[in-house]
């Protein structure tokens, strides 16, 4: 087990072993066991309540999709665990490998397309790669984390989507640009508008430049007027 975590915890008098502690800037978020030896994701929130109340409403908004709920207790949430690989990681080593990740750039516009149609004129917000994991059982990608999930257009989801990717390290790469651009060629084809997808990643362009003060990164050339 990796930091300080707890070594059990409690969810409506059921005592939990801590196994694991996940990567989190924000939270503290546990994979834990019950005495049968069922693991679940314990999602306690930093901020408090109001926190916790909003990602419980989106969870349900999102169901079966989003992982299933399992208990609460007054700051944390007990969730389905979804085994398999985070998609950052598999980003970082398709790139590595030199793989066009076609099948990735599929499941992702499957799983995209399925969340936005249990609740239309929703947003799910945190469209950070870690926020996304690969199924091990069925290769179907499923998003985890709901507290920052809106009423929203899909577009502005999709726009911060490609900001992130092209500027996880190494940035820019002509790799991520042609990942980039695949992935919103699928998406306009199944639906979203290419201009306002461009307007969004402009923004959060803008946004990460200043936050890591770097020369603002460019969307691949003719973005996404060349594939509309
Ligand atoms: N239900 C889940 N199944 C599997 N892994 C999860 C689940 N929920 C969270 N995680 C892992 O824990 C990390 C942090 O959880 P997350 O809900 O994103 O909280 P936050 O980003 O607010 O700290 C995620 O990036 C993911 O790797
Ligand atoms: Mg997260």
């Known amino acids: 087990m990796n930091r300080d975590a707890p070594g059990e915890v409690t ?76 998609l950052l990681d598999v980003y970082v080593r398709l790139e590595e490998e030199g793989l066009a990740g076609t099948e990735v750039l599929d499941n992702l516009v499957g799983s995209l397309g399925r969340l936005y149609r249990k609740s239309p004129g929703y947003r799910l917000g945190d469209m950070n790669l870690r926020n996304f994991i690969l199924e091990k059982d069925n290769g179907r990608i499923r998003f985890v984390d709901y507290e920052e999930t809106s009423v929203g257009k899909r577009e502005e989801d999709a726009g911060r989507l490609m900001a992130f990717l092209l500027t996880y390290r190494p940035v820019d790469t002509v790799w991520k640009r042609t990942f980039v651009s695949h992935l919103t060629e699928r998406l306009v084809l199944s639906g979203l508008d290419g201009t306002l997808i461009r307007h969004y990643a402009e923004d959060e362009l803008t946004a990460i430049s200043h936050r890591r003060r770097m020369e603002k990164i460019m969307l691949p050339e003719g973005f996404p007027d060349s594939i509309c």
Request: aromatic residues 10%.
């Open 11 to 86: 969810v409506q008098g059921r005592r939990l072993m801590v196994r694991h502690r996940f990567f989190s800037l924000k939270n503290m978020v546990l994979l834990v066991a019950d005495q049968t030896g069922k693991e679940m994701v314990y999602k306690c929130f930093v901020k408090g309540r109001p926190s916790l109340v909003r990602e419980k409403a989106n969870l349900l908004r999102f169901a079966p999709e989003s992982p299933a709920l399992f208990g609460e207790s007054e700051d944390a949430l007990l969730l389905e665990y979804i085994e398999g690989e985070n």
